[in-house]
């Protein structure tokens, strides 16, 4: 159980050393970026884990604080063990682990290098087995139990309670917005690991607690109103983007629509972008190409303000996978070399915390998407090898969507055993994935496999995969 008295990091307060918090949140912001993370480290964050606020940091700033201090453990640092934070199932799981040993920081994605068009990857299981247990209560003992934020945390559904139990605080202050912003934050790092099936609905309920908030007008600042509208409109776009990725379409659709007019009334440009990519995204799964087309190029106006290259690549990506599927080869192309150019000019501090998703392997994904749209198998199959290859077993949900994607890719492109070897290795993954996009996917690759299933690799998935309805 949390203490109600926040103990001072000293350990960690030694480690800045003579560098100012925001001087030590730049060198934090530079080690994420050599190992392949992003995390919106600024002075603030520094200042709350000195204080003692943060006794135990999330996956990825662990990975990065373990990067810059090598040898050091979560305790040298001075935070308490991850098992103390979370609760009664991550004890169970410390059990079965050695406590002490951090989890090993990531090796840097390795440069773009030619790969075969098709090489079966590592079967090698790429979750530890405890993830899942120290996840499962998903938005409860999320963040705070004690002081001023307990009242918002129980309306945002993160103690168990029901929105309506609950008054909201007469006043909202930097404690109700901070626990929005976390709730957005917990949301991907779940998605990340396990796919938006199990988490959807969950997450409905923080987001009309955020509304709630807005709609009462109760912020004392300026600057707290514009960070809580920031909140609630990335956090519809997380609720949004888990109801996409679960097959609910037209609720995405109206959660990304909410964020789009969330960040029109604030006069957020990088909200507003930010709404136009996944709608774009959307429009295109959707079957609405020219909609996409459109959506992406809005999303690009409204990040030219902005000074990310990461951003405006992500966006010319996709106009891209638009335009393939509207047949347009050359609108295609243009927007694919106009992402990779955006792409090479590397990250910055502007890149939305958002984009932590975003890099080569991503890049690879939604280039394989194109040239899928095309009808260019081998090729797209190529770009999906090169994804599964760079991409970072932590996103195990879109490892398992890249793999998807590469079995599909080699079915159609005539390489039936190679394509049933890559279904092997997300089928591998499902116990701790769940994402309707990528069985949708998978389905897909058994269909144009069953014609192979004479072949003992081939119908060896085919009956594993058979198996998938009768689980519960």
Request: with cysteine; net charge positive.
């Amino acid at each position: 159980m949390t203490s109600s008295r926040a103990v001072p990091n000293l350990a960690f307060r030694r480690l800045r050393g003579q560098r100012s918090p925001g001087e030590f949140a730049a060198a934090v912001r530079r080690a994420a970026r050599e190992i392949g993370e992003h995390v919106a480290c600024d002075a603030r964050y520094i200042g709350r884990v000195e204080a003692g606020e943060i006794r135990c940091p999330n996956y990825a700033y662990e990975r990065v604080f373990l990067h810059m201090f090598p040898g050091l453990t979560l305790r040298d640092l001075g935070f308490s063990a991850r098992e103390d934070v979370r609760g009664r199932a991550a004890r169970v799981t410390a059990q079965r682990r050695p406590a002490a040993v951090p989890s090993p920081a990531p090796a840097p994605a390795p440069a773009r290098r030619p790969v075969p068009a098709w090489t079966p990857v590592s079967t090698a299981p790429t979750n530890h087995p405890s993830d899942t247990s120290e996840e499962s209560d998903v938005l409860r003992r999320a963040f705070m139990t004690t002081g001023p934020a307990t009242v918002m945390a129980a309306s945002l559904g993160l103690g168990g309670t029901a929105v309506a139990s609950v008054p909201s605080p007469r006043r909202v202050g930097e404690a109700e917005v901070h626990v929005v912003e976390e709730a957005v934050r917990r949301i991907r790092l779940l998605d990340d690991r396990h796919g938006a099936d199990g988490l959807y609905r969950s997450a409905a309920q923080p987001l009309r607690a955020a509304y709630t908030l807005l709609d009462a007008g109760t912020t004392t600042r300026r600057a707290t109103a514009d960070r809580l509208y920031s909140g609630a409109g990335e956090l519809s776009i997380s609720v949004g983007w888990l109801a996409h990725d679960s097959g609910r379409f037209d609720e995405a659709r109206s959660h990304y629509a909410e964020a789009l007019a969330t960040a029109r009334i604030a006069g957020d440009h990088g909200l507003e972008a930010h709404a136009f990519c996944n709608t774009s995204f959307l429009a295109r799964d959707a079957g609405r190409y020219r909609e996409a087309v459109r959506a992406a190029q809005a999303g690009r106006r409204a990040a030219a303000r902005l000074s990310s290259q990461r951003l405006l690549s992500l966006l010319a990506l996709r106009e891209a996978g638009g335009r393939a599927w509207l047949g347009d080869r050359t609108g295609c192309a243009q927007a694919l070399s106009q992402a990779h150019g955006y792409f090479e000019r590397g990250p910055s501090d502007s890149d939305p915390e958002w984009m932590s998703f975003f890099g080569e392997p991503e890049l690879e994904a939604q280039e394989a998407l194109c040239h899928a749209a095309l009808g260019d198998w081998a090729r797209a199959a190529r770009h999906a090898y090169r994804a599964t290859v760079l991409q970072q077993p932590h996103f195990a949900r879109n490892l398992a969507l890249y793999r998807a994607e590469l079995a599909t890719d080699l079915a159609r492109a005539g390489a039936p055993d190679e394509a049933a070897a890559a279904g092997h290795q997300v089928l591998d993954l499902l116990d701790d994935v769940q994402s309707s996009r990528i069985l949708t996917k998978l389905a897909a690759t058994a269909r144009v496999l069953l014609p192979h299933r004479r072949l003992p690799e081939v119908g060896a998935f085919l009956e594993r995969h058979a198996t998938l309805d009768a689980r519960p």
